[in-house]
């Protein structure tokens, strides 16, 4: 929530200094650029870290394996990203000189490696220091980014900025991986078994993804760029919802290797509980304003808006089970595979299918359906391999009223 905040706060305080819709044009389109290429096996491999978190101190050293996997997968990228600039640098980068590209790929490069430090921290159960770190993080994006802007005043500047502190952030990753405990020998069948994990998990994430860029597609290329305009200002996820929600399924997982099954499952249920009772009030005063706030902050033409945001806030549904971090701390990876394979193809068919009945609202259905089925086919699987009940892990009466009050106010907003 704190990084995320950080570059919020960056992008306003740009906004707000004048800065010219060009430069910041650039600087976020980089950013999108190195977050398109790296946030699924970043995910899946960071995320099988964490379900190993368990073993990181025995003779097999989790956390070296990692950061060599992420080292190696971020020297692939940047060559890759190089060869691609120069190829189509007139076509894709016209606006984007050499310099500018050169410290994008040593913001990204070291950027990327320095996400494994909250992980370690996360894993290892050092709380407070996950908090603290946190918090320096935030601080010392705003301050690069600004002093950057400052001394500079381009896209250079910010982006040096940021690069200083990645690497300070990359120079305490390295600083962890020579204080861990040597391997005598490295295992080839384990770094297989690791890497073959993390691309299936990857590639799950990856696919899980691509809702959004089917959905953008579908309403671009049938209802024309009026229509998309004022569909993708509304059609996005409440960002607390998300964050949070991932942050827990990351928790969990940490839970499940650490704690006995019967424990785990339960603390699952206290979490699950906790996380509705929290975010459901707050979703509803947003759905019941979101008819005031989107005129508020753009204009009367995008309005309707709000009606998009207001069915995407029925991915309660699904954000609120929590099958894929059992999943994934059991090791039952390739079941993320099928799921998120069954996921992708409902969701193409679905969405064409009730286009043809209710428009954009069609399309969105067809998200919102397959997003959960993919969750109720990991819940069946866990059930059918592990004997695990979604009434183990799943506070279902709060679960059904949190979803419940969401429609209600959904309802209600409709009609008032």
């Not at 405990?181 to 890497?195: C, R, Y």
């Not at 499940?256 to 509803?284: D, G, R, Y």
């Not at 706030?293 to 995008?302: D, G, T």
């Amino acid at each position: 929530m704190l990084r995320f905040a950080a570059f919020i706060l960056i992008s306003i305080l740009l906004a707000k200094a004048g800065v010219s819709t060009g430069m910041i044009g650039t600087y976020e389109y980089l950013l999108m650029l190195g977050g398109s290429a790296s946030f699924f096996w970043l995910g899946g491999f960071l995320t099988f870290y964490i379900s190993k978190s368990e073993e990181n101190n025995s003779s097999t050293n989790w956390y070296k394996k990692t950061f060599i996997i992420l080292l190696l997968s971020n020297l692939l990228l940047v060559g890759l990203m190089l060869v691609l600039y120069f190829l189509f640098r007139n076509r894709f980068f016209e606006n984007i000189t050499t310099t500018t590209f050169s410290l994008f790929l040593i913001y990204h490069f070291t950027n990327n490696q320095s996400y494994i430090n909250e992980h370690y921290l996360l894993s290892s159960n050092k709380h407070r220091m996950l908090l603290h770190y946190s918090i320096l993080n935030f601080l010392l994006l705003l301050l690069g980014a600004g002093f950057g802007f400052y001394f500079y005043k381009n896209v250079n500047g910010i982006l040096l900025g940021l690069s200083v502190v990645s690497v300070l952030k990359m120079m305490y990753s390295v600083f962890i991986y020579f204080h861990q405990k040597q391997n005598s020998s490295i295992d080839k069948s384990i770094l297989f078994n690791f890497i073959q994990q993390g691309l299936i998990i990857s590639i799950s994430i990856l696919l899980g993804s691509l809702g959004d860029y089917i959905d953008e597609f579908l309403v671009n290329f049938f209802y024309g760029n009026e229509t998309y305009a004022i569909y993708k200002m509304g059609a996005r996820e409440f960002p607390l919802l998300q964050l949070l929600t991932n942050s827990l399924a990351t928790i969990l997982i940490v839970v499940i290797v650490k704690e006995s099954m019967a424990e785990a499952l339960q603390t699952f249920k206290i979490k699950t509980s906790k996380l509705i009772k929290t975010l459901v009030p707050i979703l509803c005063i947003l759905i019941l304003g979101s008819k005031y706030l989107f005129p508020l902050f753009y204009n009367q033409h995008f309005s309707e808006s709000a009606i998009y945001f207001n069915l995407y806030t029925l991915l309660v549904f699904s954000r609120f089970l929590f099958p894929q971090s059992i999943i994934i701390g059991l090791g039952m990876n390739k079941y993320l595979m099928i799921a998120s394979v069954v996921e992708c193809t409902l969701h193409i068919v679905l969405s064409l299918l009730l286009m043809r009945f209710w428009g954009v609202y069609g399309i969105i259905a067809g998200f919102l359906i397959s997003y959960l089925i993919d969750k109720l086919l990991l819940m069946y699987f866990l059930y059918q391999q592990k004997g695990i009940s979604p009434f183990d892990y799943t506070p279902i009466k709060d679960y059904l009223i949190g979803n419940l009050m969401i429609v209600i106010t959904i309802w209600i907003a409709s009609v008032l």
